[in-house]
């Protein structure tokens, strides 16, 4: 059914990798030059700084941009001097801020930064999101402290997401410990006694002592996207409304913070070569790419292409400085020679996108209203917002249209001009 080469070499099938086909070690990293973290939160110089260039920082050293801002900081994974402090537009004109650290390495391990130690001994919501909010897994946990949101079950994703990647799954082989001290913290400091695992049908078993309830994912791409679990797993819960979800590696971070009253800092990261091989890395937030591509032994030659995260849902990359962030599941290299380029031919309403979307979207109809810059429309009468990013109507289409990213585009397009609507009211 699927004709059309889209990985070369290293050609994804539709159903989820397992753990066991990747060598099971992950290469362990050390930045030895700079990081780049990321705060979310835009650039601003009005405010009182709570940081500058040249301040040195420590491991687990938690850095706030300005005074009155407590959820615009990020945490250093090193011990180092700030170098920069600048903006940084992400996906989606995102606006955040880049912090450099400039590592500094004189042999002696230093001692991380004790402030999270004193929090750590009673765990409460407020001191989690104080200091772990930018974690391995980057867990949202300011949605327990907002009004008006009754959050009723916690869905944690056991299973990865995305093709490829197994990055998830090891965290289940070798974290199912961290996980469950982690789900019985955020019983606590949450109140929600209601938390579901979801795992690969393989890792069943591994997860049966995380004191949860544990349901298994179909192993047919995408069952483990977060919209496909609650239609296919957790309909009950969909009555019963607030229904959150954490990622496993956030909760196993989250384990291990108050287990050890350190802030946790290596990301794992699954890495995908040009000659289709895998390897798991671990290395600390904020190590730039280039460094673990050099750990994995991949060279990037002109016309290649860098990905961050999975091959149906990931983002290219356009500087090997950019920095490992704590949601990058996966890191894929393809060669400039099996790169399948989008093109710009006209829909042939062949009918191959609607046939394989998962949602039923009308996708050859929506491909009509954002060609015509109608995002309103395609809002209104061809269900954009039901579409749940799984990329599978791009990976099928015969006319090569980059459908996935139109629609990225049409629904920040749609949330924008609703922003500036409600601003102007
Ligand atoms: S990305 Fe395409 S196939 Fe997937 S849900 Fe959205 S419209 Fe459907
Ligand atoms: S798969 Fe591509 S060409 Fe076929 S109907 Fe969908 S958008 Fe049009």
Not at 354 to 383: F, K, Q, S, T, W
Not at 395 to 401: A, K, L, N
Not at 411 to 421: G, I, L, P, S
């Amino acid at each position: 059914m699927i004709k059309r080469p889209f990985f070369g070499i290293a050609k994804p099938k539709l159903t989820y990798d397992s753990i066991e086909d990747v060598r099971a070690e992950p290469v362990s990293v050390k930045p030895k030059q700079r990081v780049t973290l990321f705060i979310d939160v835009p650039f601003k110089r009005a405010g009182k700084a709570l940081i500058k260039t040249g301040d040195s920082v420590i491991p687990g050293q938690r850095l706030q941009l300005l005074e009155g801002e407590p959820a615009g900081y990020t945490v250093s994974p090193v011990a180092g001097k700030i170098s920069e402090i600048s903006p940084f537009i992400g996906m989606m004109e995102k606006q955040m801020t880049a912090v450099v650290i400039d590592v500094e390495q004189d042999g002696e391990e230093v001692a991380a930064d004790p402030a999270f130690k004193e929090v750590s001994d009673k765990p409460t919501l407020e001191g989690a999101i104080r200091f772990l909010s930018t974690i391995p897994g980057k867990p949202d946990l300011s949605q327990f402290a907002e009004s008006g949101k009754s959050v009723k079950t916690i869905v944690i994703l056991g299973a990865d997401r995305d093709l490829m990647t197994v990055t998830t799954q090891y965290v289940i082989k070798t974290g199912i410990a961290s996980v469950k001290t982690g789900i019985d913290i955020l019983r606590k400091i949450t109140g929600v006694q209601n938390i579901v695992l979801t795992v690969a049908q393989s890792q069943v078993q591994a997860a049966g002592s995380a004191a949860a309830g544990v349901r298994s994912v179909a192993n047919r791409y995408p069952a483990a996207h977060p919209e496909m679990i609650l239609r296919n797993l957790l309909y009950e819960q969909i009555e019963q409304g607030g229904v959150c979800f954490l990622s496993a590696e956030a909760v196993a971070a989250l384990g291990e913070a108050f287990n050890n009253g350190r802030i946790p800092l290596e990301k794992i990261i699954t890495t995908v070569k040009k000659d289709g091989t895998r390897q798991l890395v671990s290395a600390p937030v904020g190590t730039h790419i280039s460094e673990i591509l050099d750990a994995v032994g991949e060279k990037i030659e002109p016309g290649d292409r860098l990905i961050a995260g999975g091959p149906m849902t990931g983002a290219a990359l356009y500087s090997l400085e950019h920095p490992v962030e704590p949601d990058t599941d996966a890191l894929i290299v393809q060669g400039a020679d099996i790169i399948v380029e989008g093109k710009d031919s006209p829909c042939t309403n062949c009918g191959e996108c609607v046939r394989i979307c998962p949602v039923n979207v009308p996708v050859n109809e929506l491909i009509r209203y954002m060609d015509a810059g109608e995002y309103e429309l395609a809002a209104e009468r061809a269900a954009l917002f039901s579409c749940i990013e799984c990329g599978l109507c791009a990976y099928v289409c015969e006319s090569r249209i980059p459908i996935f990213q139109f629609i990225r585009l049409a629904k920040h397009a749609v949330k924008r001009m609703n922003a500036a609507e409600e601003a102007n009211a």
